[in-house]
Antibody
Framework: QVQLQESGPGLVKPSETLSLTCTVS????????WSWIRQPPGKGLEWIGY???????NYNPSLKSRVTISVDTSKNQFSLKLSSVTAADTAVYYC?????????WGQGTLVTVSS | EIVLTQSPGTLSLSPGERATLSCRAS???????LAWYQQKPGQAPRLLIS???SRATGIPDRFSGRGSGTDFTLTISRLEPEDFAVYYC?????????FGQGTKLEIK
């Protein structure tokens, strides 16, 4: 059973870049697609995008100009970068295994955008 | 972008009762690529159903999904205390993948 764990700063200043990493249990990173999904406090879920171990990407058009997802197979990690953040980007960010529906999730990490 | 509308917003039922949750899409969901998730406070969503009707591994058979095109339903045949949570539908037939706004299932 794959395990995922998000890590990164819990506080980001407006206009800066949000950076998160998801560490995947050993042996799985090169076998799948990897996604990011977020949830503003008290609100619903929003798909951010995915990347495969081979480099195929697909981003939500609403975020595409600001998002980069990358995979580092040597570290069993994949990452999310979201640039030019505003308060509207405050959310719990989840990493998950899969491209389009997700059985395995991290526990989520709250990122607050505030000065 | 496909907009998913879930109803009702809140459903108040008692343990042992049957719950029926609806998810309607603004356009046809390709290949019945629709999933249902359960989310409890402070937890990540849990996949219940994919492909509109296939239960995920470990999901009890009291959960069932059906539907195609634009209308989908999640049914919980006999509610257990642990079933009270928020439920989301999600379509993955076309990008961007989108979620409904959720149905809160609360204890009456």
């Amino acid at each position: 059973q794959v395990q995922l764990q998000e890590s990164g700063p819990g506080l980001v200043k407006p206009s800066e870049t949000l950076s998160l990493t998801c560490t995947v249990s050993s042996g799985f990173i090169s076998t799948s697609y990897w996604s990011w999904i977020r949830q503003p406090p008290g609100k619903g879920l929003e798909w951010i995008g995915y990347m495969s171990y081979s480099g195929i990407t697909n981003y939500n058009p609403s975020l595409k100009s600001r998002v980069t997802i990358s995979v580092d197979t040597s570290k069993n990690q994949f990452s999310l970068k979201l640039s030019s953040v505003t308060a509207a980007d405050t959310a719990v960010y989840y990493c998950a295994r899969g491209a389009s529906s997700w059985f395995s999730w991290g526990q989520g990490t709250l990122v607050t955008v505030s000065s | 972008e496909i907009v998913l509308t879930q109803s009702p917003g809140t459903l108040s039922l008692s343990p042992g009762e049957r719950a029926t949750l609806s998810c309607r899409a603004s356009q046809s969901v390709s290949g019945s690529h629709l999933a249902w998730y359960q989310q409890k406070p402070g937890q990540a969503p849990r996949l219940l159903i994919s492909g509109a009707s296939s239960r995920a591994t470990g999901i009890p058979d009291r959960f069932s999904g059906r539907g195609s095109g634009t209308d989908f339903t999640l049914t919980i045949s006999r509610l257990e205390p642990e079933d009270f949570a928020v439920y989301y539908c999600q379509q993955y037939g076309s990008s961007p993948y989108t979620f409904g706004q959720g149905t809160k299932l609360e204890i009456k």
